[in-house]
């Protein structure tokens, strides 16, 4: 009797395009298609609203969320080493955060219509979730939050000079 080869791999043609569902499912997923989803509301209601002149900030965010979205879930991100991506998402949510909170601010209080008003109640809802995004991006790139793992400052120095650093800083 033959002896069968193992199963081989996939290539990585079209399966490449497939998201990752252990990633729709996670806190980090969720919290894009909440992002995507928001984005897209308060683009429609700015474009159905008297005020559409801001409707280029939302449209501008929903596209860089679906592409954030798409990256994540494709796992595309670790391919492309250049970039640091979390540093790269952490700018994204931070300056979406301002800038729904910005122009819901503005909506809210001198919208005219019902869409203007619909749009600036989605933008705080949307500015909460983006600063949700930038606050577990910023505990995971910021290692300092932890002191417990990390070394004190005092120890470092003596371990690295050799030298008793209790008088270091007095004149």
Known sequence: MPEEAPPTPHPPGLSAFIPDTSFVKSRKGLL?????????????????????????????????????????????????????????????????????????????TKGNDAASKAAGVFGFAATIVFAFD???IFNNLAGFLHPQELPTHNATISKSTGVDDSDFDSD
Not at 55 to 63: G, H, K, T
Not at 68 to 95: G, M, N, Q
């Open 134 to 136: 930038f606050y577990y």
């Open 32 to 108: 894009l298609a909440a992002e995507v989803i928001l984005s897209f509301i308060i683009f429609i209601c700015y474009l159905a609203s008297s005020s559409a002149s801001f409707m280029a900030a939302p449209l501008i965010e929903f596209l860089l969320s679906l592409c954030a979205y798409y990256l994540y879930a494709t796992k595309y991100i670790e391919r492309f080493t250049s970039f640091h991506w979390p540093f790269v998402d952490f700018l994204r949510c931070v300056t979406a955060a301002i800038i729904f909170f910005a122009i819901s601010m503005y909506a809210v």
